[in-house]
């Protein structure tokens, strides 16, 4: 087997174990808060003044379309604001609220707690090698994501 080869079987099984994780236990787990929800949350929380949802979409590497989706969720759950921007009065500026934070802090409590337990059954050192790896795979996609 070739070495490229190895590596697309690797990376199929890489795509497959991650949708089966988040399709499993840590997506029940966000019960009333998708994936993206949390992921939008999670960038608003880092932010100490309000975002546009152009820096939200940069962030995520999502599309503007996705993102709208998302806020407009969000709105609705009370979980965000959205302003006019002190810069440019033709965008909005985003904010997290006070509920949307505790949303937010309750979901990643649960989250940490199943990733915990799912790491404690592998042992530091097995944890210590996976989390180091998908941080390589991390730096290495960002240069395939800032490509067009």
Do not use: H, W
């Not at 029940?28 to 003044?49: H, N, T, W």
């Amino acid at each position: 087997m070739t070495k490229e080869t190895e590596i697309r079987k690797e990376a199929d099984r890489l795509v497959d174990t991650m949708a089966r994780l988040m399709g499993g236990r840590m997506e029940r787990l966000m019960i009333s808060l998708s994936q993206g929800e949390f992921g939008a949350l999670r960038v608003l929380s880092q932010q100490d003044e309000g975002v546009t949802s152009s820096a939200i979409s940069r962030e995520m590497s999502i599309g503007p379309g996705g993102v709208a989706n998302l806020l407009k969720s969000l709105e609705k759950k009370d979980y965000i604001v959205k302003e006019t921007s002190s810069e440019d009065r033709r965008a909005n500026s985003v904010r997290i609220t006070a509920e949307g934070r505790a949303k937010l802090e309750e979901r990643s409590d649960q989250v940490r707690e199943y990733v915990l337990a799912c790491l404690r059954e592998i042992g530091p050192d097995e944890a210590r090698v996976f989390n180091d790896t998908l941080s390589r795979v991390l730096t290495v996609s960002a240069k395939f994501s800032s490509e067009p």
